[in-house]
């Protein structure tokens, strides 16, 4: 792992322990659901080298939600291991993954420095893999939600770049610019076929 200052807060052991037992089995992006974990949790401190630990702990355990076993009370869970600061954030990334419409809260700065960090990661990953694909048009039609989610990431990217750091801002900003320009030609045909 990193030697970012903020893993050796108190709460970082208890949220990765939490992490490694709910994302066993799980896959993100065809890697296993800690490792995206992790990398999101580099990309927050790569861009937010003083982030608090309370805020290092929620984005190991922003999947939680999803990956909680049935019958565990996350909310109760978190409290109660890692605190209320770091279930408020967890249940505010999550809201951030379910939306459909953009809201860049400036008010709320762990949550959308959290969220820019873990869509980074992902538009990067599909990104790199489509780079690799020999079949665009099956490789996109595969990942359509991710196509679909464009004009959602776009939004987020315009309000969250005043409130961002201006390099994490500018990533952001030319990722979502590569992502639509590498999906041009699929969206096209998808238009077409759908007169």
């Given at each position: 792992m990193t030697s970012f200052p903020q893993l050796r807060h108190p709460l970082i052991d208890d949220a990765l322990d939490l992490a490694a037992r709910w994302c066993e089995g799980h896959i993100i992006y065809e890697a296993p659901a800690l490792a995206h974990a992790v990398k999101v949790v580099v990309t927050l401190c790569d861009f937010i080298p003083n982030a608090p630990g309370e805020l290092v702990a929620a984005v190991?355990?922003?999947?939680?939600?999803?990956f909680v076993p049935d019958g565990v009370d996350l909310d109760s869970v978190l409290?109660?291991?890692?605190g209320p600061d770091?279930?408020?954030?967890v249940r505010a990334l999550e809201r951030v993954h379910a939306a459909s419409v953009a809201n860049a809260d400036p008010a709320d700065p762990w949550t959308l420095q959290a969220s820019v960090a873990d869509m980074l990661v992902d538009i990067d990953s599909v990104l790199r893999r489509s780079a690799f694909t020999t079949d665009p048009a099956t490789?996109?039609?595969?990942?359509a939600p991710?196509?679909?989610?464009l004009g959602y990431l776009r939004a987020y990217c315009d309000q969250a770049r005043p409130h961002l750091p201006s390099n994490m801002a500018?990533?952001?900003?030319?990722?979502?610019?590569?992502a639509a320009d590498s999906t041009t030609d699929y969206r096209q045909s998808v238009?077409?076929?759908?007169l």
């Amino acid at each position: 792992m990193t030697s970012f200052p903020q893993l050796r807060h108190p709460l970082i052991d208890d949220a990765l322990d939490l992490a490694a037992r709910w994302c066993e089995g799980h896959i993100i992006y065809e890697a296993p659901a800690l490792a995206h974990a992790v990398k999101v949790v580099v990309t927050l401190c790569d861009f937010i080298p003083n982030a608090p630990g309370e805020l290092v702990a929620a984005v190991f355990l922003h999947d939680a939600p999803s990956f909680v076993p049935d019958g565990v009370d996350l909310d109760s869970v978190l409290t109660r291991v890692v605190g209320p600061d770091v279930t408020r954030t967890v249940r505010a990334l999550e809201r951030v993954h379910a939306a459909s419409v953009a809201n860049a809260d400036p008010a709320d700065p762990w949550t959308l420095q959290a969220s820019v960090a873990d869509m980074l990661v992902d538009i990067d990953s599909v990104l790199r893999r489509s780079a690799f694909t020999t079949d665009p048009a099956t490789f996109w039609e595969r990942h359509a939600p991710f196509v679909e989610r464009l004009g959602y990431l776009r939004a987020y990217c315009d309000q969250a770049r005043p409130h961002l750091p201006s390099n994490m801002a500018g990533l952001f900003r030319a990722l979502v610019i590569l992502a639509a320009d590498s999906t041009t030609d699929y969206r096209q045909s998808v238009a077409r076929n759908s007169l």
